[in-house]
């Protein structure tokens, strides 16, 4: 019994530096499989149609429940021109936008940038940022790492039965970790 003892004893103050923080543990946790996701197809909620700021149809391609909530990536076909988003930030996640196509406008803290096919952006967290649809149809890759709740708010938007206000836009954009600072960017 004494053996047993020993041998808990010594495994417990060599694993405890190795598990002494979640952030380190999570790894244990991850899946140890990949899984494939089809063009034209969402990953855990299929399409997701978006309402308040556009119309558009979100694909989740990799969820924050795929990686500990370590990144999240998510396809978006956008179907509403000369809308976007409120000018908002994230309060903890970097986002990563790729054009696939058409044309977009963004504002990234005072500057403003036309994205056509091809290009990408990055939008540090806590810095302002916009985007509004120009070309008549368009598609994205859009990067969130950490994963943070942007899935939760996309789920959100979609089940809603009508037309949001702003300030109930306001309230689910706070509820999933960003927060609406300004109007949605008009195309210049």
Same mark, same amino acid.
């Given at each position: 019994?004494?053996?047993?003892?020993?041998?808990?004893?010594?495994?417990?103050?060599? @694993?405890?530096?190795?598990?002494? @923080?979640?952030?380190?543990?999570?790894?244990?946790?991850?899946?140890?499989?990949?899984?494939?996701?089809?063009?034209?197809?969402?990953?855990?909620?299929?399409?997701?149609?978006?309402?308040?700021?556009? =119309?558009?149809? !979100?694909?989740?391609?990799?969820?924050?429940?795929?990686?500990?909530?370590? !990144?999240?990536?998510?396809?978006?076909?956008?179907?509403?021109?000369?809308?976007?988003?409120?000018?908002?930030?994230?309060?903890?996640?970097?986002?990563?936008?790729?054009?696939?196509?058409?044309?977009?406008?963004?504002?990234?803290?005072?500057?403003?940038?036309?994205?056509?096919?091809?290009?990408?952006?990055?939008?540090?967290?806590?810095?302002?940022?916009?985007?509004?649809?120009? @070309?008549?149809?368009?598609?994205?890759?859009?990067?969130?790492?950490?994963?943070?709740?942007?899935?939760?708010?996309?789920?959100?938007?979609? =089940? !809603?039965?009508?037309?949001? @206000?702003?300030?109930?836009?306001?309230?689910?954009?706070?509820?999933?970790?960003?927060?609406?600072?300004?109007?949605?960017?008009?195309?210049?």
């Amino acid at each position: 019994m004494k053996r047993n003892g020993f041998i808990a004893s010594v495994f417990g103050l060599v @694993s405890a530096p190795f598990f002494s @923080s979640a952030g380190e543990f999570k790894y244990f946790l991850r899946k140890d499989k990949g899984f494939k996701v089809a063009a034209g197809e969402g990953r855990i909620h299929g399409h997701i149609q978006l309402k308040g700021v556009n =119309a558009n149809i !979100l694909d989740v391609k990799i969820s924050g429940s795929d990686t500990n909530g370590d !990144l999240a990536i998510f396809e978006q076909t956008s179907l509403s021109p000369g809308k976007g988003t409120p000018l908002h930030v994230h309060l903890g996640q970097d986002e990563i936008f790729q054009i696939l196509e058409g044309t977009y406008y963004f504002q990234v803290g005072e500057d403003k940038f036309t994205m056509t096919k091809g290009e990408s952006i990055f939008l540090p967290r806590n810095v302002p940022h916009a985007w509004t649809q120009v @070309s008549e149809r368009g598609k994205m890759t859009v990067i969130m790492q950490p994963a943070g709740k942007l899935e939760e708010f996309f789920v959100t938007v979609a =089940a !809603l039965d009508h037309e949001p @206000s702003p300030q109930e836009m306001a309230k689910i954009f706070a509820d999933n970790e960003m927060k609406v600072v300004g109007p949605p960017l008009k195309i210049e």
